[in-house]
Every structure is written in C-alpha cells, then in structure tokens.
C-alpha cells in the first residue's frame, strides 16, 4: 500500500497539529493548496492600503475604495482597488524575468528581458483610467454574479513604461494580426498549474494605441506586487481586465484571443438588450470594449451636514472610456432641475477629469447631490441602473451623495 | 577465566554496534520524518524579505457568534459545514456571502465551477449545498434604484 497515502496522511495530520483541529475532507484537497489558518495576512499592511479600504474577497484578493477616498487627482497606490481571478505571484525574479511574443501572427517569435525592454524602447508617461468592469455590479437587480463592487473600482494613476506598439513593431507582426492576449504569473486558485486565471487581451487597434503601455512604474516607483510588479499592460479606458499584471508573455492572434475569461460570458454583454433575469446564450454575448461615460463625487463624503446659508463645495472626477467628457452636471432636486459644473480638460487622453460645483441649497432639509456626465458623442449617465446583464457589467448609473441642511 | 574475558568482549562488542546501528537509524529516521513534513526543508532556508506579513490570528474553527460561522462569515444553518467544506477550498467564503441566487443560478455556479475550475463532484452534498444557499442568501429586490442607507451624518466644517 500506499506509501504516497501514508506521507500525505501524515503531512495532513502535520498540518492538523498546527491549525490545532482536524482538517475535515483534507484528503481532497487540492494539492499546493495551502489552508487559509497558515495564510492569514493582514491585507492593509500586505497591500499598504489605506484602513478604509473594502474587502470584497480574501481569496482571491479583491478590495474596493470608497467614493471619497478618490478624492485625490492622481490615485495613490493606498487607495487603488485591487482585483485579483488568481493568487498574487511569490518570489519574482526581475533579472531574469522575459516578456515572449509568440502567436500565428508575429513573424518570428521572440524573447526580452525586462532591461532589454527598458533600455531599447522609449519610455512614456501616461495618467491613465482602470475601471473593473464589474464595478457597479451591486446594484443590478436580481443580483449578478460575482464581487459585489459598488463605487471603488476605479483608479487613475500615471503609468510609466514602453509603448507596445513600439515593442510589436520590433517584433514584426503579419497583415493578419487581430488581436493580443497576455499570459501571466499568477496561479489558478485551484492549484492547477495548468489553469492560467486570466488571459485576456485587446483588438490591434487598442494594442497600437500610442497610450496602452507595458508599464514598469505607476506614480513614479515600481508598481507595487498586487498591482503587476515587475510589468504591467495598461490599456486605459478599457475593462481593467485587458490590463493584465505579472505579463510574461504576449500572444499576437489570427483572430478573437480565447484564453481564460475571454469566452463564455466574461466581460461580456448581451449583444442585443435583455429584460431583467434573462438567460443570455454564449454566442449572444458581445465582448466589452471601451468603458462608459461615468463619474463620483469624491468630496464631500456623503453624510455631510452644512448650516443653512451656506454653500457645499463638491468634486470629484468622470470620464469616459475611449471618449472625453464635455459636460457635467448636478441636481439637488433628483433630476427634476440640472446645474452645470466646472469640468476640466484632461491631463492626457484617457485621464479621468476633474469637476467642481459650488451649490446653494433654498431650505432646511435631507438633500441627494446627483452629478451626471455626459461625454463627447453625447452619452450621458443615467439615474437609474442601466440594461441589466447576465454578469452585472456597465452600471454607470449616476452617482449621489447624502447632504442635510440645518 | 579467558573464556569468560573473552565472551563478555564479544558482547561489548555487539552491543556497541548495535548501538551505532540504533543511533544511525534513529537519526535517518528523524532525518526522513523531517523531510515528509518539511519537504522545502524552510527550517534550513535564510528568511528572504518577503511582501506577507503573517498575522498570527487564534480563532476557534467552529466558533459561532450571532448565529455566524466566525471563521467564514457563513451564516449558521443546515449545511453549513458542507458549504464550508467544499465551497472555501479554493475561494473565500465572502464569494459566497456577498452573492444572492436563487435555486437554478447557484446550480449554475456549480456545474460552471465543475466545468471550468476543478470543482469535485458534490455527490449528495450538492444537494444540501443548494438548500442551505438559496435559503440563507436568496435574491433581495431592490429595484431599479435602492434608496441611501447607512449614511454616517457628520458636521462638515469649511
């Protein structure tokens, strides 16, 4: 017998004089599977993120900011939220770490070493929006399917790194190139080293865009290990899952890139408009691409009570995927009456905006500040939770703060 | 005499080397033990920096409080340890407690985890599984737009 049935046995019964009780069912867990009493991490200090930050999901790890911790222009590494499909990559070797560009499309496949990449190619610097695809997801009625973000799934940093475009050129891609799909370090939650937990990717018009970056540093340090350290691909504007962290290698595809989480119903909505609980077929699921018009009210934190008489100052910031945002407006009124707020140009292409009002309230009372952005194809959010999806994706209904005047 | 000398030699002798002998399989024994439990032998690895910090955290497995499963957040009802058991093996169980499904879209969950990420098959648990997730976190209307809760009223100060 069972020598193997034995060690594992005993490694278990090991394991279970640790944890100090008995590991029910342990003989089927995964193997490289380690029990979450020998991992227990504190994630603010794991991650150096602010206390207020939300958990959504320890594993994998998955934390959202609160409206008014995204008050700042530039978004601080502390209150980044972090979405995770698989275990953050231990142990990363930088001097040996490659980025390989492989697929039916590159001429010939080739191999860089981090330092090749950064000394061969120009690096550009590019503030530029991350938003789930999912973030809103809490509101959709009947409940989707997944992390329940409500606001925080949004961050615009600055990126700094090469230009992919640059690095494709050099690779040499054919005429038939579609699209690119990554592949990276992170490990499926199973344990299944050959499970990759995500690998998605962009059409060639967005991988040539002169802003999607494969970035080493976001605000001016190397990106911190939750967020993609040593190598990020940033695709701005887009579902945060195009970019992918802990890249190793770049497929350029002959067609649609199908890795994990490209096919199915991931990040995908239904082509054409569902009632409220449908079931939508995979092949009537169209894959997300440019993100929609949106913005938050990063000041004041709702709740704010402000003597009668006087004026609450809000901002916050909106953008709009691959569009700019021309317009924002406020209403204390619930829509009834709209007031232009200030709004500014951005910093560069796919840089969220930031927007500014001054507001009078006539009477003592509970209020709601609703601010509504509208972008350059004139496309405006809407106060109530927009097409209901299978997966919950797209919820840029507007945002609102509770305000009391004394 | 000399015989006597001569046998009690002998068995100096074999009782030196049996002790060697018992002290070397001792060791190889501790040494083999060591290596099953321990087989990345960390006890001899320098402590490199590492980004974890590990937060020593004694929490009683079972514990319930306020009808919560402390160490899973799951709430406590008929089948809870099956949920525990087959549903936080791979996932957190906040994956589980921040979503509401009714009957058919948990099943769904469970074939697509079986389907795509190397979920086991339940057997007769799939079915306790089911019961204790559409009764303790069924589907709540909202609506098209809920109302502010938990607001936290401050004093805004300019």
Not at chain 1, 55 to 80: C, F, G
Not at chain 1, 204 to 209: C, E, I, N, S, T
Not at chain 1, 307 to 329: F, N, P, Q, S
Request: with cysteine.
């Amino acid at each position: 017998m069972k020598r193997r049935s034995f060690i594992k046995k005993a490694t278990l019964t090991s394991i279970t004089v640790l944890v100090g009780t008995d590991i029910v069912f342990g003989e089927m867990m995964p193997s490289g599977y380690t029990p979450l009493a020998l991992q227990d991490p504190d994630p603010f200090k794991m991650f150096s993120k602010d206390k207020e930050m939300i958990v959504l999901n320890d594993r994998p790890w998955n934390m959202e900011a609160q409206a008014h911790l995204l008050d700042e222009k530039i978004t601080s590494n502390k209150y980044m939220f972090i979405r995770n499909n698989g275990k953050v990559p231990e142990n990363i070797d930088v001097k040996n770490w490659t980025i390989t560009f492989d697929g039916e499309s590159v001429k010939q496949s080739k191999t860089y070493t981090l330092q090749e990449l950064k000394s061969k190619f120009k690096q550009y610097t590019y503030q530029l929006t991350i938003e789930c695809g999912g973030n809103g997801r809490a509101e959709f009625d009947p409940p989707a399917k997944g992390n329940q973000w409500t606001v925080g799934a949004v961050a615009c940093a600055n990126w700094t790194g090469v230009r992919l475009k640059d690095v494709l050129q050099d690779v040499g891609i054919k005429g038939d190139a579609v699209y690119i799909g990554y592949h990276a370090a992170d490990g499926h939650l199973s344990g299944d080293a050959k499970k990759e937990p995500i690998s998605r990717g962009v059409p060639m018009a967005k991988a040539l865009q002169e802003e999607t970056l494969l970035a080493f540093q976001m605000n001016n340090e190397d990106i911190p290990l939750v967020h993609g350290y040593p190598v990020r691909l940033v695709s701005g504007g887009w579902p945060a899952s195009t970019s992918g962290k802990w890249i190793n290698r770049i497929s350029v595809r002959n067609k649609v890139h199908d890795g994990e989480k490209m096919t199915g119903s991931s990040y995908k909505m239904p082509c054409e408009p569902v009632a409220p609980g449908d079931k939508v077929k995979d092949e009537d699921m169209c894959i997300i691409e440019s993100m929609p018009v949106k913005s938050l009210i990063t000041y004041p934190k709702s709740g704010a009570m402000i003597d009668r008489g006087k004026k609450l100052d809000i901002r916050g910031h909106a953008w709009a995927g691959e569009l700019e945002v021309t317009k924002m407006e406020y209403s204390i009124d619930y829509g009834s009456t709209w007031h232009m707020a200030k709004i500014e140009a951005p910093s560069n292409r796919l840089a969220w905006q930031h927007f500014s009002a001054s507001i009078s309230f006539p009477k003592k009372g509970y209020y709601e500040v609703w601010a509504r952005a509208t972008d350059s194809q004139g496309m405006s959010q809407p106060m109530l939770i927009p097409g209901w999806n299978p997966k919950g994706y797209l919820n840029n209904a507007c945002h609102r703060i509770a305000v009391k005047v004394k | 005499m000399n015989e006597q000398e001569k046998f009690r030699k002998t068995v100096k002798e074999v009782h030196r080397i049996l002790m060697i002998v018992l002290v070397f399989v001792g060791v190889i024994t501790s040494l083999m033990v060591y290596i099953v439990v321990d087989p990345g032998l960390s006890l001899f690895k320098s402590k490199e920096k590492s980004d974890y910090a590990v937060v020593e955290e004694v929490v009683d497995e079972d514990l319930i409080v306020d009808g919560i499963h402390v160490r899973t957040g799951l709430i406590e009802a008929e089948g809870l340890m099956e949920v525990v058991n087959n549903c936080t093996n791979c996932h957190s169980a906040k994956l589980v407690t921040q979503n509401r499904m009714n009957k058919e879209r948990w099943e769904a969950t469970i074939d697509w985890m079986q389907a795509t990420q190397n979920l086991w098959d339940l057997g007769r648990n799939e079915e306790i599984i089911i019961n204790y997730l559409v009764t303790n976190y069924p589907p709540v209307k909202v609506g098209r737009r809920a109302t502010l809760t938990g607001i936290e009223w401050y004093e805004l100060k300019k």
